[in-house]
């Protein structure tokens, strides 16, 4: 048959593309998208490969609903499950331990955030008292609650059971005046930063109490009510005591001093004698309730979201990661900050990047100052209006944090740009808002090799899950469906290894699962065989399923084991089993352009394709949406002899005859039985 010009389509990096935009072929992501893309991934040189197989490292608790990765001090990794009053510390092929954790229940978990530094974890919601995880070895790990040295006290309007509170001291100074003259002297006294009259001086401590204590109150930072004593108690001697009574002058953010202003060889000394403290109680308590959220950053431990007062976060002393206490002055002190926010406002992630940035429920705010000091109120700047659903965390790529809005149904992206000189948050699931419906956990797992971008792994309340290939400074962000038969996934994790991690429900149980690139199969279970035999047993947990097998090269199957059993064909030494599902990718219809803004609308025919695969082993193809049929490598030069995963196939697979009349013709890319399969382009000729 003599060759026709056909449509190329060598990148598939815009991913599966909304059905809202199969008519916008003018939209540069058109020509990259595809209509369906499931069980693959997007190669950022051009092309998708099949997604890889996950490898099941063992059952876990049927409760069990969240996972967190662990990297200790030694550079030990491990995979921790959290299930109600539970956590379990996993290896890459074994559980090591399990640790009780006092009162965390099944539905706390959905919530639960964490932060990790070396050997300690903490856990954190606004109804459990933040937790301390404490790693000592590969089956030495102990739990306790966190503890908060020296929490900062707020005035919540009153005790939960009412009335007023009774804890308040009010600060006292101390007034020596040396060397001054009666009647003659003049001074003034300054109250923090704020400068009374002229008062004249009398020996007369009580007279003198009366005038200061009528220039004090005259200032606009001082309210009604202080006290002013002679020391003495009596008209004698030289020293008053100013007390900071009254409403609105608790607490002790007062500075006293004083100045003679025609006297230059008289003083006043000004000294604390009692500390203030406002009335009030601890901000985070079990009355009060605790942090939503934290994070270690400038050798401080920063928590915030607090169920009394979500709006606020406080960063404890640095170098110093559970001392709170505000006593402790300076630029390195404690602090508690309350942000001015709206009403119904809630931190729920602090995250380190080039700046602090605080996720709340309605907006994402960035600190402007780099270091944190107790010195200088921190300055919050808005970037967006998102805001992000509770528990689902943030995460980083490439410079930027991604995260899940609080609507769970859009990826945002943070990253400071120098052109805004602030962080700019955008929309990057806008291509595939279909694929997004509730999404409560998320991961990043950074590329692992020179064809491969990072992929973020994301699993929905529905248990269905998705992959994206992102490479944001070639603008890809492909999305894509992760399905794995009847499974659902239930959470997901990248650990200190770089493997990306799944909680799954299988017919047999939950399952703790590694996504690995070179794997063909999912639940893959590795059996070894000495001597060789045909006859593979241990598989009960595939009994009455359809089951593959992937031994010496071969792909075997399907099998239903009995009692754990299968038979092969021949004899082999050994390799692994599991359950398939197939890899689909259907390619977008064709544009119908004949003219600017005039197009062709008439039914059409997809008659050929020109599929470029690399080292491949299995293909199949439909059309249409018709059934699948296989396409025979073997004629490509793949020999009968050699077993076939040893000889994958690199060529431009031509398919012809498609039938078929559609409004929308499309190609599917598929297979029909398992096999690696990479496509660098594929070329479609059509009769429209």
Same mark, same amino acid.
């Given at each position: 048959?003599? /060759?026709?010009?056909?449509?190329?389509?060598?990148?598939?990096?815009?991913?599966?593309?909304?059905? +809202?935009?199969?008519?916008?072929?003018?939209?540069?992501?058109?020509?990259?998208?595809?209509?369906?893309?499931?069980?693959?991934?997007?190669?950022?040189?051009?092309?998708?490969?099949?997604?890889?197989? +996950?490898?099941?490292?063992?059952?876990?608790?049927?409760?069990?609903?969240?996972?967190?990765?662990?990297?200790?001090?030694?550079?030990?990794?491990?995979?921790?499950?959290?299930? &109600?009053?539970?956590?379990?510390?996993?290896?890459?092929?074994?559980?090591?331990?399990?640790?009780?954790?006092?009162?965390?229940?099944?539905?706390?978990?959905?919530?639960?955030? *964490?932060?990790?530094?070396? @050997?300690?974890?903490?856990?954190?919601? &606004?109804?459990?008292?933040?937790?301390?995880?404490?790693?000592?070895?590969?089956?030495?790990?102990?739990?306790?609650?966190?503890?908060?040295?020296?929490?900062?006290?707020? @005035?919540?309007?009153?005790?939960?059971?009412?009335? *007023?509170?009774?804890?308040?001291?009010?600060?006292?100074?101390?007034?020596?005046?040396?060397?001054?003259?009666?009647?003659?002297?003049?001074?003034?006294?300054?109250?923090?930063?704020?400068?009374?009259?002229?008062?004249?001086?009398?020996?007369?401590?009580?007279?003198?109490?009366?005038?200061?204590?009528?220039?004090?109150? @005259?200032?606009? $930072?001082?309210?009604?009510?202080?006290?002013?004593?002679?020391?003495?108690?009596?008209?004698?001697?030289?020293?008053? *005591?100013?007390?900071?009574?009254?409403?609105?002058?608790?607490?002790?953010?007062? /500075?006293?001093?004083?100045?003679?202003?025609?006297?230059?060889?008289?003083?006043?000394? /000004?000294?604390?004698?009692?500390?203030?403290?406002?009335?009030? !109680?601890?901000?985070?308590?079990?009355?009060?309730?605790?942090?939503?959220?934290?994070?270690?950053?400038?050798?401080?431990?920063?928590?915030?979201?607090?169920?009394?007062?979500?709006?606020?976060?406080?960063?404890?002393?640095?170098?110093?990661?559970?001392?709170?206490?505000?006593?402790?002055?300076?630029? /390195?002190?404690?602090?508690?900050?309350?942000?001015?926010?709206?009403?119904?406002?809630?931190?729920?992630?602090?995250?380190?990047?080039?700046?602090?940035?605080?996720?709340?429920?309605?907006?994402?705010?960035?600190?402007?100052?780099?270091?944190?000091?107790?010195?200088?109120?921190?300055?919050?700047?808005?970037?967006?209006?998102?805001?992000?659903?509770?528990?689902?965390?943030?995460?980083?790529?490439?410079? #930027?944090?991604?995260?899940?809005?609080?609507?769970?149904?859009?990826?945002?992206?943070?990253?400071?740009?120098?052109?805004?000189?602030?962080?700019?948050?955008?929309?990057?699931?806008?291509?595939?808002?279909?694929?997004?419906?509730?999404?409560?956990?998320?991961?990043?797992?950074?590329?692992?090799?020179?064809?491969?971008?990072?992929?973020?792994?994301?699993?929905?309340?529905?248990?269905?899950?998705?992959? #994206?290939?992102? +490479?944001? !400074?070639?603008?890809?962000?492909?999305?894509?469906?992760?399905?794995?038969?009847?499974?659902?996934?239930?959470?997901?994790?990248?650990?200190?290894?770089?493997?990306?991690?799944?909680?799954?429900?299988?017919?047999?149980?939950?399952?703790? !699962?590694?996504?690995?690139? *070179?794997?063909?199969? @999912?639940?893959?279970?590795?059996?070894?065989?000495?001597?060789?035999?045909?006859?593979?047993?241990?598989?009960?947990?595939? $009994?009455?399923?359809?089951?593959?097998?992937?031994?010496?090269?071969?792909?075997?199957?399907?099998?239903?084991?009995?009692?754990?059993?299968?038979?092969?064909?021949?004899?082999?030494?050994?390799?692994?089993?599991?359950?398939?599902?197939? &890899?689909?990718?259907?390619?977008?219809?064709?544009?119908?352009?004949?003219?600017?803004?005039?197009?062709?609308?008439?039914?059409?025919?997809?008659?050929?394709?020109?599929?470029?695969?690399?080292?491949?082993?299995?293909?199949?193809?439909?059309?249409?949406?018709? &059934?699948?049929?296989?396409?025979?490598?073997?004629?490509?030069?793949?020999?009968?002899?050699?077993?076939?995963?040893?000889?994958?196939?690199?060529?431009?697979?031509?398919?012809?005859?498609?039938?078929?009349?559609?409004?929308?013709?499309?190609?599917?890319?598929?297979?029909?039985?398992?096999?690696?399969?990479?496509?660098?382009?594929?070329?479609?000729?059509?009769?429209?």
């Amino acid at each position: 048959m003599v /060759a026709r010009p056909g449509r190329l389509q060598s990148a598939f990096t815009a991913g599966e593309l909304d059905k +809202l935009l199969h008519e916008r072929t003018n939209l540069k992501y058109f020509t990259t998208g595809a209509d369906h893309m499931e069980n693959v991934v997007s190669i950022p040189q051009g092309g998708f490969r099949w997604r890889g197989g +996950l490898r099941d490292v063992g059952g876990v608790a049927a409760d069990a609903a969240r996972l967190f990765p662990f990297m200790a001090s030694d550079g030990s990794v491990y995979d921790i499950v959290l299930r &109600p009053g539970e956590a379990a510390a996993w290896s890459a092929t074994a559980k090591l331990a399990d640790f009780t954790i006092s009162g965390l229940t099944a539905g706390m978990l959905p919530a639960v955030t *964490d932060a990790q530094r070396l @050997d300690t974890m903490l856990l954190f919601h &606004p109804d459990l008292q933040s937790k301390r995880i404490k790693h000592a070895g590969p089956t030495s790990w102990s739990v306790d609650n966190l503890p908060y040295v020296g929490v900062p006290s707020y @005035d919540y309007g009153g005790p939960i059971g009412g009335g *007023d509170y009774t804890n308040g001291v009010p600060a006292v100074w101390r007034l020596e005046f040396v060397g001054l003259t009666p009647g003659t002297s003049i001074f003034n006294l300054t109250v923090s930063q704020q400068e009374t009259a002229s008062i004249t001086y009398d020996n007369d401590m009580t007279a003198l109490a009366g005038l200061i204590a009528a220039a004090i109150e @005259d200032l606009p $930072n001082v309210s009604a009510g202080i006290t002013v004593t002679s020391a003495s108690g009596g008209a004698t001697g030289t020293k008053i *005591d100013v007390e900071f009574t009254g409403a609105g002058n608790e607490g002790d953010g007062w /500075a006293l001093s004083g100045a003679v202003i025609n006297k230059a060889d008289a003083a006043i000394l /000004a000294s604390k004698t009692t500390v203030g403290v406002s009335p009030g !109680e601890d901000v985070i308590s079990a009355d009060r309730g605790w942090p939503r959220c934290g994070t270690f950053y400038n050798q401080r431990l920063i928590v915030g979201g607090f169920k009394g007062l979500p709006n606020a976060w406080m960063f404890s002393r640095q170098a110093d990661y559970f001392s709170f206490d505000v006593r402790f002055v300076g630029a /390195a002190g404690p602090a508690l900050v309350p942000m001015d926010t709206d009403g119904g406002e809630a931190i729920e992630r602090i995250t380190d990047s080039r700046n602090l940035t605080i996720f709340t429920n309605k907006a994402e705010y960035w600190i402007a100052e780099r270091a944190l000091s107790q010195s200088e109120p921190p300055n919050h700047v808005a970037f967006g209006e998102r805001g992000v659903r509770p528990g689902a965390p943030v995460v980083k790529n490439e410079g #930027a944090l991604n995260y899940v809005s609080a609507t769970g149904s859009v990826i945002g992206e943070a990253r400071f740009t120098d052109v805004e000189g602030n962080f700019v948050s955008r929309d990057v699931s806008l291509l595939a808002p279909h694929l997004v419906d509730n999404v409560r956990d998320m991961a990043v797992r950074r590329a692992v090799q020179s064809t491969s971008g990072n992929i973020q792994s994301m699993v929905q309340d529905d248990g269905r899950a998705r992959v #994206a290939t992102v +490479l944001r !400074e070639q603008d890809i962000m492909a999305f894509g469906r992760l399905t794995s038969g009847a499974a659902e996934f239930i959470a997901t994790a990248v650990n200190g290894r770089n493997e990306l991690m799944y909680l799954t429900d299988r017919p047999d149980g939950r399952r703790l !699962e590694r996504l690995e690139d *070179d794997l063909l199969l @999912d639940e893959a279970t590795a059996f070894a065989l000495e001597p060789a035999s045909a006859t593979v047993t241990g598989l009960s947990r595939f $009994n009455g399923r359809e089951t593959w097998i992937v031994a010496d090269g071969h792909v075997l199957g399907p099998f239903t084991p009995v009692s754990g059993t299968v038979t092969l064909p021949f004899e082999v030494s050994g390799g692994y089993a599991g359950t398939w599902t197939a &890899p689909l990718v259907r390619t977008l219809p064709p544009p119908r352009d004949v003219g600017p803004n005039v197009v062709l609308k008439r039914r059409a025919r997809l008659h050929s394709a020109h599929i470029s695969i690399v080292d491949s082993t299995s293909l199949a193809v439909a059309a249409n949406d018709g &059934p699948l049929r296989e396409v025979s490598l073997r004629r490509f030069g793949l020999a009968a002899d050699v077993p076939e995963l040893e000889q994958g196939i690199t060529d431009t697979i031509t398919v012809r005859g498609l039938t078929g009349f559609s409004m929308e013709p499309k190609l599917t890319i598929s297979q029909l039985r398992p096999g690696r399969l990479t496509v660098r382009s594929v070329t479609l000729e059509y009769a429209l």
